[in-house]
């Protein structure tokens, strides 16, 4: 049943071309600090095949619940203090998995 | 290396609230037509947890490869005629896994 599913976070990324490097560079680091959080179960960064994609990049993640995602993220901002990358915008949302 | 990795496509979907049930009708009438053609290997839809999400709906799936995926929506374009619905807007894109 939905409560004991895990939630997948799906982060779409705006990235200016020049900055894909970067972006990948801090997903990366903030990659190191996340997978030790309580919760966190796994994640894939995929890349567009194409340059005019909309969303070059696209994080999709497994938590176990929603708290533990959003308790890892408020801690990540508070201690880890990645730079932002002008240009680029992330724009995370929670989902369940309904079909498969 | 590359060339044999699967490609994955990730469909973000813009759907008003009042044409959630419809859409995801519509995705299933869809995979069923989809799942059947060469080069599809796996599929997962994803419904955001809030409703304020600018995505309500996210297809993530595998396929062999680019040329399939397009040899079957575009057969499925021409055969399976499925209805559009009034502001649902599909926004498909591929990818490779870069990270994981």
Redesign the interface.
């Known amino acids: 049943d939905e409560s004991t599913q895990n939630?997948?976070l799906?982060n779409?990324f705006t990235v200016p071309a020049r900055k894909l490097d970067e972006a990948?560079a801090m997903?990366?680091a903030a990659?190191e600090f996340l997978h030790t959080q309580p919760g966190y179960i796994?994640?894939?960064?995929?890349?567009?095949?194409?340059g005019d994609?909309?969303?070059q990049l696209?994080n999709?993640a497994q938590w176990e619940t929603?708290e533990a995602y959003q308790a890892a993220t408020a801690l990540m901002r508070e201690t880890a203090n990645l730079p932002r990358i002008e240009g680029v915008v992330p724009?995370p949302?929670?989902?369940?998995?309904?079909?498969?």
């Open positions: 939630v997948v799906i779409t990948i997903w990366d990659r796994s994640t894939k960064l995929h890349q567009s095949l194409s994609a909309q969303y696209i999709v929603p724009g949302a929670l989902y369940n998995v309904i079909r498969d």
